[in-house]
Protein backbone atom coordinates (compact mmCIF):
# COMPACT_ATOMS: atom_id res chain seq x y z
CA UNK A 1 0.00 0.00 0.00
CA UNK A 2 1.48 3.34 -0.90
CA UNK A 3 1.51 6.53 1.77
CA UNK A 4 -2.13 7.81 2.63
CA UNK A 5 -2.74 10.91 4.31
CA UNK A 6 -5.93 12.30 5.89
CA UNK A 7 -6.27 15.73 4.42
CA UNK A 8 -8.03 18.41 6.55
CA UNK A 9 -9.25 20.01 3.66
CA UNK A 10 -10.78 17.66 1.78
CA UNK A 11 -11.91 15.48 5.55
CA UNK A 12 -10.81 12.21 3.97
CA UNK A 13 -7.90 10.40 3.57
CA UNK A 14 -5.84 10.77 0.12
CA UNK A 15 -3.44 8.91 -1.52
CA UNK A 16 -0.39 10.74 -1.54
CA UNK A 17 1.06 12.61 -4.29
CA UNK A 18 3.64 14.99 -4.24
CA UNK A 19 3.59 18.40 -6.04
CA UNK A 20 7.22 17.77 -7.77
CA UNK A 21 8.45 14.04 -8.32
CA UNK A 22 9.67 12.80 -5.02
CA UNK A 23 10.53 16.14 -3.15
CA UNK A 24 8.49 17.27 -0.57
CA UNK A 25 7.59 20.81 1.18
CA UNK A 26 6.95 20.82 4.54
CA UNK A 27 5.83 23.46 6.89
CA UNK A 28 4.68 23.15 10.73
CA UNK A 29 3.65 26.08 12.86
CA UNK A 30 6.14 26.49 15.46
CA UNK A 31 6.25 27.77 19.09
CA UNK A 32 5.18 31.64 20.01
CA UNK A 33 8.10 32.21 22.11
CA UNK A 34 7.04 33.88 25.14
CA UNK A 35 7.69 31.25 27.69
CA UNK A 36 9.37 27.85 26.81
CA UNK A 37 7.07 25.04 25.31
CA UNK A 38 4.97 22.63 27.07
CA UNK A 39 4.34 18.85 26.77
CA UNK A 40 1.27 19.55 24.61
CA UNK A 41 3.17 21.41 22.43
CA UNK A 42 5.75 19.11 22.06
CA UNK A 43 3.44 16.20 20.80
CA UNK A 44 2.72 18.43 17.73
CA UNK A 45 6.53 19.01 17.37
CA UNK A 46 7.32 15.18 17.86
CA UNK A 47 5.01 13.81 15.46
CA UNK A 48 5.57 16.69 12.67
CA UNK A 49 9.01 15.29 13.54
CA UNK A 50 7.99 11.90 12.85
CA UNK A 51 6.00 12.54 9.74
CA UNK A 52 9.37 14.40 8.44
CA UNK A 53 11.56 11.14 9.00
CA UNK A 54 8.72 8.39 7.19
CA UNK A 55 9.03 10.82 4.26
CA UNK A 56 12.71 10.93 3.92
CA UNK A 57 12.45 6.74 5.09
CA UNK A 58 10.00 6.19 1.92
CA UNK A 59 12.89 8.15 -0.61
CA UNK A 60 11.52 11.27 -0.39
CA UNK A 61 13.76 14.56 -0.79
CA UNK A 62 12.01 16.62 1.69
CA UNK A 63 12.39 20.56 2.69
CA UNK A 64 11.32 20.93 6.17
CA UNK A 65 10.30 24.04 7.50
CA UNK A 66 9.06 25.39 11.14
CA UNK A 67 9.08 28.96 12.28
CA UNK A 68 9.63 30.92 15.31
CA UNK A 69 6.89 33.32 16.19
CA UNK A 70 9.05 35.84 17.91
CA UNK A 71 6.14 38.77 17.60
CA UNK A 72 3.48 38.96 19.10
CA UNK A 73 1.15 40.26 22.16
CA UNK A 74 1.97 37.82 24.61
CA UNK A 75 5.55 37.96 23.98
CA UNK A 76 5.41 41.92 24.73
CA UNK A 77 3.48 41.23 27.69
CA UNK A 78 6.24 38.67 29.01
CA UNK A 79 8.60 41.02 28.60
CA UNK A 80 6.75 43.94 30.39
CA UNK A 81 5.60 41.40 33.43
CA UNK A 82 9.55 40.26 33.88
CA UNK A 83 10.83 43.48 33.14
CA UNK A 84 13.32 42.36 30.07
CA UNK A 85 13.71 44.21 26.64
CA UNK A 86 10.88 42.47 24.00
CA UNK A 87 14.28 40.91 22.30
CA UNK A 88 15.70 39.60 25.49
CA UNK A 89 12.14 37.56 25.83
CA UNK A 90 12.44 36.75 22.05
CA UNK A 91 16.27 35.18 22.84
CA UNK A 92 15.90 33.67 26.37
CA UNK A 93 12.86 31.02 24.78
CA UNK A 94 14.14 30.93 21.06
CA UNK A 95 17.23 29.43 22.79
CA UNK A 96 15.24 27.50 25.11
CA UNK A 97 13.53 26.06 22.26
CA UNK A 98 16.32 24.58 20.41
CA UNK A 99 17.21 22.98 23.34
CA UNK A 100 13.75 21.76 23.95
CA UNK A 101 13.55 20.05 20.42
CA UNK A 102 16.75 18.57 20.78
CA UNK A 103 16.06 17.08 23.91
CA UNK A 104 13.16 15.29 23.08
CA UNK A 105 15.13 13.63 20.15
CA UNK A 106 13.56 16.10 17.04
CA UNK A 107 15.35 16.69 14.21
CA UNK A 108 16.67 20.03 13.11
CA UNK A 109 14.21 21.19 10.61
CA UNK A 110 15.92 22.49 7.55
CA UNK A 111 14.91 26.34 8.01
CA UNK A 112 13.34 27.89 10.99
CA UNK A 113 12.67 31.19 10.13
CA UNK A 114 11.86 33.90 12.65
CA UNK A 115 9.06 36.76 12.49
CA UNK A 116 11.57 39.69 13.07
CA UNK A 117 14.00 38.21 9.97
CA UNK A 118 10.74 38.61 7.70
CA UNK A 119 9.42 42.03 8.17
CA UNK A 120 10.26 42.87 5.20
CA UNK A 121 8.81 39.52 3.05
CA UNK A 122 5.62 40.15 5.04
CA UNK A 123 5.31 44.28 4.02
CA UNK A 124 6.03 43.13 0.60
CA UNK A 125 3.13 40.36 0.74
CA UNK A 126 0.78 42.78 2.52
CA UNK A 127 1.40 45.24 -0.26
CA UNK A 128 0.47 42.16 -3.20
CA UNK A 129 -2.84 41.94 -1.35
CA UNK A 130 -3.56 45.54 -1.03
CA UNK A 131 -3.43 45.85 -4.72
CA UNK A 132 -4.99 42.77 -5.73
CA UNK A 133 -7.63 44.58 -3.85
CA UNK A 134 -7.75 41.98 -0.78
CA UNK A 135 -6.21 44.33 1.58
CA UNK A 136 -7.55 47.93 3.05
CA UNK A 137 -5.49 50.27 5.33
CA UNK A 138 -7.45 51.85 8.00
CA UNK A 139 -6.20 54.34 10.47
CA UNK A 140 -2.32 53.03 9.91
CA UNK A 141 -3.49 49.01 10.30
CA UNK A 142 -4.00 46.88 7.06
CA UNK A 143 -7.22 44.13 7.19
CA UNK A 144 -7.83 41.54 4.96
CA UNK A 145 -11.12 41.75 3.23
CA UNK A 146 -12.85 38.24 3.71
CA UNK A 147 -15.76 38.88 1.29
CA UNK A 148 -13.36 39.23 -1.76
CA UNK A 149 -11.79 35.49 -0.83
CA UNK A 150 -13.95 33.39 -2.34
CA UNK A 151 -12.80 30.06 -0.81
CA UNK A 152 -13.14 31.74 2.72
CA UNK A 153 -14.20 28.86 5.07
CA UNK A 154 -12.96 25.83 2.96
CA UNK A 155 -10.74 24.49 5.66
CA UNK A 156 -12.58 24.79 8.55
CA UNK A 157 -16.07 24.05 6.80
CA UNK A 158 -17.54 26.97 8.89
CA UNK A 159 -19.87 29.49 6.87
CA UNK A 160 -19.06 33.03 6.91
CA UNK A 161 -22.69 34.21 7.37
CA UNK A 162 -22.30 31.80 10.02
CA UNK A 163 -19.78 33.23 11.59
CA UNK A 164 -20.98 37.10 10.66
CA UNK A 165 -23.70 36.00 13.18
CA UNK A 166 -21.38 34.39 15.89
CA UNK A 167 -18.78 37.66 15.84
CA UNK A 168 -20.70 39.75 18.46
CA UNK A 169 -17.87 40.35 20.19
CA UNK A 170 -15.72 41.13 17.40
CA UNK A 171 -17.12 44.83 17.00
CA UNK A 172 -13.94 47.13 15.61
CA UNK A 173 -14.73 50.20 13.70
CA UNK A 174 -11.52 50.28 11.42
CA UNK A 175 -12.95 47.15 10.10
CA UNK A 176 -15.23 46.82 7.07
CA UNK A 177 -16.44 43.59 8.03
CA UNK A 178 -16.56 41.77 11.43
CA UNK A 179 -14.59 38.92 9.56
CA UNK A 180 -11.77 40.76 8.77
CA UNK A 181 -8.69 39.92 10.12
CA UNK A 182 -5.50 42.26 10.88
CA UNK A 183 -2.07 41.96 9.01
CA UNK A 184 -0.70 44.64 10.10
CA UNK A 185 -1.03 46.24 13.46
CA UNK A 186 -0.63 50.21 13.74
CA UNK A 187 2.12 50.19 16.53
CA UNK A 188 0.84 51.46 20.24
CA UNK A 189 3.75 53.71 22.62
CA UNK A 190 6.22 51.37 23.83
CA UNK A 191 5.85 48.37 21.73
CA UNK A 192 8.20 47.18 19.39
CA UNK A 193 8.06 48.80 15.91
CA UNK A 194 8.82 48.51 12.01
CA UNK A 195 8.64 51.11 9.76
CA UNK A 196 6.26 50.47 6.87
CA UNK A 197 4.12 52.14 3.92
CA UNK A 198 0.97 52.06 6.38
CA UNK A 199 3.67 54.03 9.17
CA UNK A 200 5.17 52.68 12.35
CA UNK A 201 3.91 49.27 13.55
CA UNK A 202 4.14 45.05 13.20
CA UNK A 203 2.39 42.20 11.41
CA UNK A 204 -0.39 40.36 12.44
CA UNK A 205 0.26 36.79 13.38
CA UNK A 206 -1.56 35.34 10.32
CA UNK A 207 0.66 37.00 7.60
CA UNK A 208 3.78 36.14 9.23
CA UNK A 209 3.27 32.02 8.64
CA UNK A 210 2.22 32.91 5.11
CA UNK A 211 5.12 35.07 4.32
CA UNK A 212 7.84 32.59 5.41
CA UNK A 213 6.50 29.60 4.41
CA UNK A 214 5.82 31.31 1.05
CA UNK A 215 9.51 32.55 1.09
CA UNK A 216 11.36 29.52 2.23
CA UNK A 217 9.30 26.61 0.31
CA UNK A 218 8.03 28.70 -2.57
CA UNK A 219 4.45 29.31 -3.74
CA UNK A 220 2.90 25.99 -2.99
CA UNK A 221 3.29 23.24 -0.82
CA UNK A 222 3.43 19.86 -0.11
CA UNK A 223 1.93 19.26 3.44
CA UNK A 224 1.31 22.09 5.65
CA UNK A 225 1.25 20.65 9.45
CA UNK A 226 -0.26 22.06 13.16
CA UNK A 227 -1.80 21.59 16.56
CA UNK A 228 -5.90 21.19 15.93
CA UNK A 229 -6.29 25.16 17.42
CA UNK A 230 -4.97 25.97 14.66
CA UNK A 231 -7.80 25.34 11.87
CA UNK A 232 -9.42 28.27 12.43
CA UNK A 233 -9.05 30.97 12.05
CA UNK A 234 -4.94 30.22 11.64
CA UNK A 235 -4.49 28.05 8.86
CA UNK A 236 -7.70 28.80 7.03
CA UNK A 237 -6.48 32.83 7.09
CA UNK A 238 -3.04 31.14 5.85
CA UNK A 239 -4.85 29.78 3.21
CA UNK A 240 -6.95 33.35 2.79
CA UNK A 241 -4.07 35.43 2.59
CA UNK A 242 -1.65 32.85 0.85
CA UNK A 243 -3.90 31.87 -2.76
CA UNK A 244 -4.60 35.54 -2.92
CA UNK A 245 -1.23 36.50 -2.86
CA UNK A 246 0.28 34.17 -5.25
CA UNK A 247 -3.32 33.18 -7.11
CA UNK A 248 -2.39 29.42 -6.97
CA UNK A 249 -3.95 26.88 -4.29
CA UNK A 250 -1.27 27.17 -1.13
CA UNK A 251 -1.00 23.50 0.70
CA UNK A 252 -1.64 20.59 -0.94
CA UNK A 253 -2.41 18.14 2.26
CA UNK A 254 -3.17 20.05 5.58
CA UNK A 255 -2.31 17.87 8.91
CA UNK A 256 -3.59 18.53 12.07
CA UNK A 257 -2.67 17.04 15.68
CA UNK A 258 -4.45 15.85 18.05
CA UNK A 259 -4.37 18.26 21.42
CA UNK A 260 -2.55 16.44 24.38
CA UNK A 261 -5.01 16.66 27.15
CA UNK A 262 -5.45 17.18 30.63
CA UNK A 263 -8.42 15.76 32.48
CA UNK A 264 -10.05 15.89 28.73
CA UNK A 265 -9.33 19.77 28.62
CA UNK A 266 -6.40 21.42 26.25
CA UNK A 267 -3.29 21.16 27.87
CA UNK A 268 -2.28 25.06 27.41
CA UNK A 269 -0.54 27.88 28.92
CA UNK A 270 -3.55 30.21 29.37
CA UNK A 271 -5.97 27.53 31.06
CA UNK A 272 -2.20 26.85 33.60
CA UNK A 273 -2.86 23.23 33.07
CA UNK A 274 0.78 22.43 31.34
CA UNK A 275 3.88 20.32 32.12
CA UNK A 276 6.57 22.58 30.82
CA UNK A 277 8.86 19.85 28.19
CA UNK A 278 11.91 20.57 29.65
CA UNK A 279 10.35 19.71 33.39
CA UNK A 280 8.85 16.25 31.85
CA UNK A 281 12.14 15.73 30.32
CA UNK A 282 13.99 15.54 33.86
CA UNK A 283 11.92 13.04 34.86
CA UNK A 284 11.94 11.19 31.46
CA UNK A 285 13.86 9.84 28.89
CA UNK A 286 12.94 11.17 25.28
CA UNK A 287 12.48 8.16 24.01
CA UNK A 288 9.60 7.26 26.95
CA UNK A 289 7.68 10.59 26.10
CA UNK A 290 8.19 9.74 21.93
CA UNK A 291 6.54 6.04 22.63
CA UNK A 292 3.82 7.67 24.82
CA UNK A 293 3.07 10.20 22.45
CA UNK A 294 3.57 7.42 19.19
CA UNK A 295 1.35 4.82 20.82
CA UNK A 296 -1.44 7.04 19.55
CA UNK A 297 -2.69 8.24 16.13
CA UNK A 298 -1.45 11.96 15.51
CA UNK A 299 -5.11 12.83 14.86
CA UNK A 300 -6.93 11.94 18.13
CA UNK A 301 -6.64 13.55 21.39
CA UNK A 302 -4.24 11.58 24.25
CA UNK A 303 -4.13 12.40 28.01
CA UNK A 304 -0.92 13.64 29.86
CA UNK A 305 -0.83 10.71 32.53
CA UNK A 306 2.81 9.80 34.59
CA UNK A 307 0.97 6.47 34.60
CA UNK A 308 1.08 5.82 31.52
CA UNK A 309 4.77 7.31 31.41
CA UNK A 310 5.95 4.98 34.04
CA UNK A 311 4.54 2.33 32.66
CA UNK A 312 5.85 2.55 29.09
CA UNK A 313 9.59 3.34 30.92
CA UNK A 314 8.76 0.33 32.16
CA UNK A 315 8.57 -1.36 28.88
CA UNK A 316 11.32 0.47 27.48
CA UNK A 317 14.03 -0.31 29.68
CA UNK A 318 13.06 -4.15 28.64
CA UNK A 319 13.61 -2.83 25.07
CA UNK A 320 17.03 -1.50 26.33
CA UNK A 321 18.17 -4.46 27.64
CA UNK A 322 17.25 -6.64 25.09
CA UNK A 323 19.06 -4.73 22.25
CA UNK A 324 22.19 -3.95 25.00
CA UNK A 325 22.27 -7.91 24.67
CA UNK A 326 21.79 -7.90 21.15
CA UNK A 327 24.78 -5.68 20.40
CA UNK A 328 26.85 -8.32 22.82
CA UNK A 329 26.12 -11.32 21.45
CA UNK A 330 26.58 -10.02 17.92
CA UNK A 331 30.33 -8.10 19.80
CA UNK A 332 31.00 -11.21 21.10
CA UNK A 333 30.68 -13.10 17.48
CA UNK A 334 32.79 -10.97 15.81
CA UNK A 335 35.83 -11.14 18.02
CA UNK A 336 35.39 -14.44 18.05
CA UNK A 337 35.58 -14.23 14.43
CA UNK A 338 33.39 -17.71 13.74
CA UNK A 339 30.36 -19.53 15.20
CA UNK A 340 29.54 -19.93 18.97
CA UNK A 341 28.72 -22.99 19.11
CA UNK A 342 25.96 -25.81 18.34
CA UNK A 343 25.59 -26.13 14.33
CA UNK A 344 21.49 -26.80 14.77
CA UNK A 345 19.18 -24.31 13.44
CA UNK A 346 16.77 -23.65 16.50
CA UNK A 347 13.30 -23.20 15.28
CA UNK A 348 13.08 -19.91 17.46
CA UNK A 349 15.67 -18.47 14.88
CA UNK A 350 13.43 -19.98 11.93
CA UNK A 351 10.51 -18.34 13.36
CA UNK A 352 12.28 -14.73 14.15
CA UNK A 353 13.84 -15.25 10.20
CA UNK A 354 9.77 -14.97 8.21
CA UNK A 355 8.39 -13.07 11.00
CA UNK A 356 10.78 -10.35 10.10
CA UNK A 357 9.72 -9.78 6.52
CA UNK A 358 6.03 -10.24 7.53
CA UNK A 359 6.38 -6.94 10.52
CA UNK A 360 8.49 -5.07 8.14
CA UNK A 361 5.59 -4.98 5.44
CA UNK A 362 3.39 -4.62 8.34
CA UNK A 363 4.71 -1.84 9.95
CA UNK A 364 5.14 0.17 6.59
CA UNK A 365 1.60 -0.55 5.91
CA UNK A 366 1.33 1.03 9.17
CA UNK A 367 2.72 3.79 8.72
CA UNK A 368 1.69 4.24 4.62
CA UNK A 369 -2.19 4.32 6.58
CA UNK A 370 -1.77 7.95 7.50
CA UNK A 371 1.18 7.51 9.90
CA UNK A 372 -0.35 5.01 11.96
CA UNK A 373 2.83 4.82 14.75
CA UNK A 374 0.81 3.04 17.19
CA UNK A 375 0.15 0.01 14.90
CA UNK A 376 4.15 0.73 13.83
CA UNK A 377 4.96 0.44 17.13
CA UNK A 378 3.14 -2.81 17.84
CA UNK A 379 5.70 -4.40 15.33
CA UNK A 380 8.50 -3.15 17.37
CA UNK A 381 7.54 -4.42 20.37
CA UNK A 382 6.31 -7.90 18.49
CA UNK A 383 9.94 -8.04 17.59
CA UNK A 384 11.56 -6.90 20.77
CA UNK A 385 9.48 -9.69 22.26
CA UNK A 386 10.47 -12.46 20.36
CA UNK A 387 14.56 -10.96 20.73
CA UNK A 388 14.06 -11.01 24.00
CA UNK A 389 13.99 -14.80 24.53
CA UNK A 390 16.41 -15.44 21.72
CA UNK A 391 19.27 -12.97 23.27
CA UNK A 392 19.55 -15.42 26.37
CA UNK A 393 20.18 -18.67 23.89
CA UNK A 394 23.94 -19.20 24.83
CA UNK A 395 24.73 -21.00 21.54
CA UNK A 396 24.14 -19.51 18.31
CA UNK A 397 25.33 -20.90 14.87
CA UNK A 398 26.16 -18.47 11.82
CA UNK A 399 22.74 -18.90 10.65
CA UNK A 400 21.14 -17.38 14.02
CA UNK A 401 23.83 -14.84 13.96
CA UNK A 402 22.89 -13.72 10.61
CA UNK A 403 19.20 -13.71 11.59
CA UNK A 404 20.07 -11.47 14.64
CA UNK A 405 22.01 -9.53 12.45
CA UNK A 406 19.17 -8.63 10.50
CA UNK A 407 17.04 -7.83 13.50
CA UNK A 408 19.52 -5.73 14.59
CA UNK A 409 19.71 -3.32 11.08
CA UNK A 410 15.47 -3.45 11.35
CA UNK A 411 15.72 -2.23 14.78
CA UNK A 412 18.09 0.50 13.43
CA UNK A 413 16.29 1.38 10.39
CA UNK A 414 12.86 1.66 12.62
CA UNK A 415 14.59 4.10 15.16
CA UNK A 416 15.39 6.26 12.67
CA UNK A 417 11.90 6.76 11.85
CA UNK A 418 10.37 6.98 15.55
CA UNK A 419 13.18 7.26 17.86
CA UNK A 420 12.90 4.54 20.65
CA UNK A 421 15.76 3.78 21.81
CA UNK A 422 18.52 6.29 22.42
CA UNK A 423 22.09 4.95 20.40
CA UNK A 424 24.12 7.35 20.98
CA UNK A 425 25.98 6.64 24.11
CA UNK A 426 29.35 5.63 23.23
CA UNK A 427 29.84 9.60 22.46
CA UNK A 428 27.72 10.24 25.42
CA UNK A 429 30.53 8.31 27.24
CA UNK A 430 33.33 9.91 25.63
CA UNK A 431 32.09 13.47 26.86
CA UNK A 432 31.97 12.25 29.90
CA UNK A 433 35.49 11.08 29.98
CA UNK A 434 37.06 14.27 28.48
CA UNK A 435 34.79 15.86 31.32
CA UNK A 436 36.40 13.82 33.82
CA UNK A 437 40.23 14.01 32.04
CA UNK A 438 39.59 17.85 32.78
CA UNK A 439 38.76 17.96 36.32
CA UNK A 440 42.21 15.47 37.09
CA UNK A 441 44.21 17.36 34.56
CA UNK A 442 42.98 20.51 36.25
CA UNK A 443 44.06 19.68 39.84
CA UNK A 444 47.13 17.92 38.62
CA UNK A 445 48.10 21.65 37.74
CA UNK A 446 46.74 23.21 40.74
CA UNK A 447 48.98 20.49 42.57
CA UNK A 448 51.95 21.29 40.44
CA UNK A 449 51.55 25.06 41.26
CA UNK A 450 51.73 24.51 44.62
CA UNK A 451 54.97 22.16 44.73
CA UNK A 452 53.03 18.98 45.98
CA UNK A 453 55.13 16.86 43.43
CA UNK A 454 54.13 13.18 45.15
CA UNK A 455 50.57 14.26 44.60
CA UNK A 456 50.92 15.45 41.12
CA UNK A 457 52.85 12.50 40.24
CA UNK A 458 50.64 9.99 41.75
CA UNK A 459 47.79 11.49 38.94
CA UNK A 460 50.04 10.93 36.89
CA UNK A 461 51.49 7.73 37.02
CA UNK A 462 47.95 5.67 38.35
CA UNK A 463 46.03 7.18 34.51
CA UNK A 464 49.57 5.49 32.99
CA UNK A 465 48.70 2.45 35.10
CA UNK A 466 45.23 2.40 33.15
CA UNK A 467 46.55 3.15 29.55
CA UNK A 468 46.41 6.83 29.50
CA UNK A 469 49.43 8.92 29.08
CA UNK A 470 50.07 12.37 29.88
CA UNK A 471 52.10 15.07 28.23
CA UNK A 472 53.25 18.56 30.01
CA UNK A 473 53.54 21.43 26.91
CA UNK A 474 54.00 25.06 26.69
CA UNK A 475 50.33 24.66 26.16
CA UNK A 476 49.03 22.95 28.79
CA UNK A 477 48.37 19.21 29.59
CA UNK A 478 47.32 16.76 26.94
CA UNK A 479 46.97 13.42 27.20
CA UNK A 480 46.11 9.94 25.05
CA UNK A 481 44.94 6.60 25.30
CA UNK A 482 47.47 4.80 24.78
P1 LIG B 1 1.82 28.00 20.38
O1 LIG B 1 3.19 28.31 20.89
O2 LIG B 1 0.75 28.09 21.41
O3 LIG B 1 1.48 28.80 19.12
O4 LIG B 1 1.82 26.46 19.94
C1 LIG B 1 2.81 25.87 19.14
C2 LIG B 1 2.26 24.61 18.48
O5 LIG B 1 1.80 23.66 19.47
C3 LIG B 1 1.06 24.86 17.56
O6 LIG B 1 1.18 24.05 16.40
C4 LIG B 1 -0.11 24.44 18.42
O7 LIG B 1 -1.22 24.04 17.64
C5 LIG B 1 0.45 23.28 19.21
N1 LIG B 1 -0.24 23.01 20.50
C6 LIG B 1 -0.58 23.91 21.45
N2 LIG B 1 -1.19 23.31 22.51
C7 LIG B 1 -1.22 21.98 22.22
C8 LIG B 1 -1.71 20.79 22.90
N3 LIG B 1 -2.27 20.85 24.10
N4 LIG B 1 -1.56 19.59 22.28
C9 LIG B 1 -0.97 19.50 21.06
N5 LIG B 1 -0.49 20.56 20.37
C10 LIG B 1 -0.61 21.79 20.93
ZN1 LIG C 1 1.40 29.30 11.58
Request: glycine share 6%; hydrophobic share 40%.
Amino acid sequence: MSLKIHNTLSRSKEPFVPLKDNEVLMYTCGPTVYNFIHIGNARTFVMSDVIRRYLEYSGYRVKYVMNITDIDDRIIAEANKKGLEFAEVNQLYTEAFFEDIAGMGIKMPDAVPRVTEHVDEIINMIQTLILKGFAYESEGSVYYDVSKFKGYGKLSGKKTEDLISGSRVDVDERKKNPLDFVLWKASKPGEPEWDSLWGKGRPGWHIECSAMCLHHLGDRVDIHCGGADLVFPHHENEIAQSEAATGQPFAKYWVHFGFLNVDNEKMSKSLGNFWLARDVLKRFRPEVIRIFFMQKHYASPLNYSEENLRDVETAHKRLEATFNRLVQVLDLKESLGGSLGTDTILPELEKLSSDLDRWQAEFNEAMNDDFNTAAALSKVFELFGSLGKIVSIKKLNDFSVYVLKRAHDQILEWNEILGFLNLSKPEGISKKYEQIMGVLLDLRSELRKRKEWALSDQIRDGLLAIGISIEDTPEGTTWKIK
